[in-house]
């Protein structure tokens, strides 16, 4: 692999990775409820026909630099951590969300809430304990092989399939929204899934931004260490698909929050981003094969409580 007899500059700081990604974290939520009461005074202060799009409400791009300053320190905090951990520690935006939705929406804070809170901590706390600290580095020739390992190929059409399935839900519900209105039947028979299809296509391409986020940051940390890695056109494939992936991920939770509560839209996008980043960490970079049977029981039960 990668990094040879430097590899140990960054072993023993996981705690650095995990302080980052908590704090990176709190700062992409903070952005995404800006957003969201970008939208709700937007929808307050003009009519329909006034409406700006998002990219255009200065409070908006004010919560996107935000979210863009917590993502880039959980990218450096990959740098540090395995993907398996790293992502569920991101959970305390579960909790921060919690706060932030409650000062800037004035969304309830009920019993729910709290027991939901309080389970993120606890999941938050084992995966901590009982995750990988340590992570390898890597070529690029190394990554490209693991993206063509069969089990990644699998993972990979399956993940499509879900993207395609939710994009078609979500455009057929818009379109019978707008056509025969909230209170038609063929509405309320899909009612449910409708919220649900912006959040979870979100979570299923920041899962994949993660991953391809934590691709690069192994590159840059084998180019620092004297082997540049941005020679070939697999480095930059993998950047450019971080990119695409970062994009739809914002895009998808923008639509989300400009039509559904925050409180509801920011958890389920952490239920899939967290769920789908941890299986895709395990499988891609076969994180899991480094645990002990306790450990990948715990990590199991209380990454997917997260």
């Known amino acids: 692999m990668g990094c040879g007899k430097h590899e140990g ?40 026909t006034e409406k700006r799009s998002y ?25 540090f951590l395995p993907q398996s951990l790293a992502t569920p520690v991101g959970g305390s935006t579960m909790v921060a969300n919690v706060a932030f939705a409650s000062l800037f929406l004035k969304e309830k804070f009920t019993r729910s809430d709290a027991i939901g809170t309080a389970l993120v901590l606890t999941g938050i706390i084992v995966v901590a304990m009982f995750a990988e600290k340590e992570s390898a580095c890597y070529t690029v020739h190394e990554l490209v092989a693991l993206y063509r390992e069969p089990l990644f190929a699998v993972y990979a059409t399956l993940i499509g399939l879900a993207c395609i399935a939710l994009y078609l839900l979500s455009r057929k519900m818009e379109r019978v929204l707008k056509e025969k209105g909230k209170s038609s039947p063929e509405y309320k028979r899909f009612s449910k899934l409708h919220p649900v299809s912006y959040p979870a ?20 940390k084998t180019t620092f260490e004297g082997d540049n890695q941005f020679v070939t056109f697999g480095a930059y494939a993998i950047t450019f698909s971080m990119l695409v992936c970062v994009f739809l991920q914002i895009h998808w939770l923008a639509h989300g929050l400009q039509h559904f509560d925050a409180v509801f839209i920011v958890p389920v996008f952490q239920c899939f981003f967290i769920s789908i980043s941890i299986f895709g960490g395990g499988v891609y970079f076969k994180e899991f094969a480094h645990m002990t049977p306790l450990a990948l029981a715990m990590f199991s039960v209380e990454g997917s409580q997260d």
């Open 9 to 48: 500059d960054t072993k023993g700081m996981w705690y650095v990775g995990v302080i980052l990604s908590i704090v990176g974290s709190i700062g992409t939520n903070m952005g995404v409820n800006l957003q969201k009461f970008s939208f709700m005074r937007e929808a307050k202060h003009r009519c329909s």
């Open 201 to 220: 296509l979100s979570g299923l391409f920041g899962a994949q931004s993660v991953l391809f986020a934590k691709s690069m940051a192994e590159l840059i």
């Open 55 to 79: 990219v255009r409400q200065p409070l908006w791009v004010i919560g996107f630099l935000l979210v863009v300053g917590g993502s880039i320190l959980d990218f450096v905090a990959l740098g």
